[in-house]
């Protein structure tokens, strides 16, 4: 490692990143060096991760690894020690210096730093607590950090590290805890929980000084975050989304992210051989979403999938818990409450908002509501409108057959 350059470092523990999806920084408190005697970066504007927005800029963030060696072998992870790979390792100034380069050539707005765990998880800790504070204080960078954790670190280690990043992430690694003994017998899930319940009483603690003193530092503002692998194990959509609502209710997390298991070279035996379909893993996100947003419970989302526990691929969850809870429509649009709303297929959040506020002024046709809405294929069997009733359609043995037809035509 001490023949490669900085160059070759970063394509090689940028490359080991791209497997870590829990990067975006939405949620964090706005500040920014304007005005200031001293200070670089800035969390204003459009929230920064690595990814494409929809009209098609890159929102930027220097995402690596401090370094791709690793103690452990966890079955699923490409860095795992007896991986067949090149390895390199960034000292903390090397970062450092890295990030802000970066940033004053306005490459990026601000900095994803994980590590593979070398010597012990506290040294590695302190590597990346250092690379934090440093920017912190020594650089007054005032742009986006986010922190990964390592298993086992000590909590004041952890905590350190929420004092100078915006998020904190400990990734779960599986939904299981079998699964986690399993693929990753060097981890221990009750040490993961335990570091999730330290850090939200730190935030909690944090907050509530923020609260009573205006001088007390602002403490992981953008809060928690975590990461599972889906298909690595045994386990269904129905474990991951109850693991994931434990999850949330908890430790009060921003947000879990699903990465599907994706195959790595000179893979355990124990691994499957191929990936799941990416598919998954978006109807995932679509459970999630309904969870935190919608208003369903984790039983109401298990009632969408099938008897193996998993999701359908070729609709999304909201329409196939509808589908399963047919006695509960058609939801009369002029009248009935928000909550009962958001549970029409085909309607998301700004549409009920829309027509929460129309409806105060007039009677809302099937016509309106198609205006508001991105498939009145999907929702004409789910509602009624002034001119709309379904009769009997909600009760059709084939309607799953027929909205799946309308929303190929119309779709």
Same mark, same amino acid.
């Given at each position: 490692?001490?023949?490669?350059?900085?160059?070759?470092?970063?394509e090689?523990?940028?490359?080991a990143?791209?497997?870590?999806?829990?990067?975006?920084?939405?949620?964090?408190?706005?500040?920014?060096?304007?005005?200031?005697?001293?200070?670089i970066?800035?969390?204003?504007?459009?929230?920064?991760?690595?990814?494409?927005?929809?009209?098609?800029?890159?929102?930027?963030?220097?995402?690596?690894?401090?370094?791709?060696?690793?103690?452990?072998?966890?079955?699923?992870?490409?860095?795992r020690?007896?991986?067949?790979?090149?390895?390199?390792?960034?000292?903390?100034?090397?970062?450092v210096?890295?990030?802000?380069?970066?940033?004053?050539r306005?490459y990026?707005?601000?900095?994803?730093?994980?590590?593979?765990?070398?010597?012990?998880?506290?040294?590695?800790?302190e590597?990346?607590?250092?690379?934090a504070?440093?920017? #912190?204080e020594?650089?007054q960078?005032?742009? $986006?950090?986010?922190?990964?954790t &390592? @298993? %086992? !670190?000590?909590?004041? =280690?952890?905590?350190?590290?929420?004092?100078?990043?915006?998020r904190?992430s400990?990734?779960?690694?599986?939904?299981?805890?079998?699964?986690?003994?399993?693929?990753?017998?060097?981890?221990?899930?009750?040490?993961?929980?335990?570091?999730?319940?330290?850090?939200?009483?730190?935030?909690?603690?944090?907050?509530d000084?923020?609260?009573?003193?205006?001088?007390?530092?602002?403490?992981?503002?953008?809060?928690?975050?975590?990461?599972?692998i889906?298909?690595?194990?045994?386990?269904?959509?129905?474990?991951?989304?109850r693991?994931?609502?434990?999850?949330y209710? #908890?430790?009060?997390?921003?947000?879990?992210? $699903?990465?599907?298991f994706?195959? &790595? @070279? %000179? !893979?355990?035996?124990? =691994?499957?051989?191929?990936?799941?379909?990416?598919?998954?893993?978006?109807?995932?996100?679509?459970?999630?979403?309904?969870?935190?947003?919608?208003?369903?419970?984790?039983?109401?989302?298990?009632?969408?999938?099938?008897?193996?526990?998993?999701l359908p691929?070729d609709?999304?969850?909201?329409?196939?818990?509808?589908?399963q809870a047919?006695?509960?429509?058609?939801?009369d649009?002029?009248?009935?409450?928000?909550?009962?709303?958001?549970?029409?297929?085909?309607l998301?959040?700004?549409?009920?908002?829309?027509?929460l506020?129309?409806?105060?002024?007039r009677?809302?046709?099937?016509?309106?509501?198609?205006?508001?809405?991105?498939?009145?294929?999907?929702?004409?069997?789910?509602i009624?409108?002034?001119?709309?009733?379904?009769?009997?359609?909600?009760?059709?043995?084939?309607?799953?057959?027929r909205v799946?037809?309308?929303?190929?035509?119309?779709?």
């Amino acid at each position: 490692m001490g023949q490669l350059d900085t160059r070759q470092k970063l394509e090689i523990l940028a490359d080991a990143a791209k497997y870590d999806a829990s990067c975006s920084s939405s949620g964090t408190s706005k500040r920014d060096s304007a005005g200031q005697a001293k200070g670089i970066g800035s969390t204003e504007g459009m929230g920064i991760c690595h990814a494409y927005a929809p009209d098609g800029r890159c929102i930027s963030l220097l995402k690596i690894l401090l370094t791709n060696s690793c103690i452990f072998d966890c079955h699923y992870c490409i860095n795992r020690k007896s991986s067949n790979v090149r390895r390199a390792r960034f000292s903390a100034r090397e970062v450092v210096d890295l990030t802000l380069a970066f940033y004053r050539r306005n490459y990026i707005e601000g900095l994803f730093l994980s590590s593979g765990i070398i010597r012990s998880s506290d040294y590695t800790m302190e590597q990346i607590v250092e690379v934090a504070r440093s920017l #912190r204080e020594d650089h007054q960078f005032r742009g $986006y950090i986010h922190l990964k954790t &390592i @298993p %086992d !670190a000590d909590p004041a =280690l952890i905590e350190a590290a929420g004092r100078h990043a915006d998020r904190i992430s400990i990734n779960v690694e599986l939904p299981t805890d079998a699964g986690l003994a399993r693929l990753a017998p060097e981890k221990s899930s009750a040490g993961i929980r335990t570091a999730m319940a330290g850090m939200k009483t730190a935030i909690e603690d944090g907050g509530d000084a923020r609260r009573r003193y205006k001088s007390a530092p602002s403490f992981a503002p953008a809060g928690q975050s975590t990461q599972m692998i889906v298909g690595a194990d045994a386990a269904n959509d129905r474990d991951i989304m109850r693991t994931a609502s434990n999850l949330y209710d #908890r430790f009060a997390l921003r947000r879990v992210y $699903y990465s599907a298991f994706s195959p &790595i @070279p %000179d !893979a355990s035996a124990i =691994l499957p051989l191929k990936r799941p379909p990416l598919m998954r893993e978006h109807r995932l996100y679509q459970s999630d979403w309904m969870m935190r947003f919608y208003g369903y419970k984790p039983g109401e989302v298990a009632a969408a999938t099938d008897e193996q526990g998993m999701l359908p691929l070729d609709i999304d969850p909201k329409l196939a818990w509808a589908l399963q809870a047919r006695e509960q429509f058609p939801v009369d649009i002029n009248r009935a409450p928000r909550e009962w709303l958001l549970r029409v297929p085909g309607l998301g959040t700004k549409a009920v908002d829309a027509i929460l506020m129309s409806r105060r002024w007039r009677k809302l046709t099937l016509t309106d509501v198609g205006r508001l809405s991105r498939s009145i294929a999907k929702l004409r069997p789910f509602i009624v409108t002034s001119d709309w009733r379904p009769t009997g359609l909600i009760d059709r043995i084939d309607l799953r057959a027929r909205v799946t037809e309308q929303l190929e035509l119309f779709g």
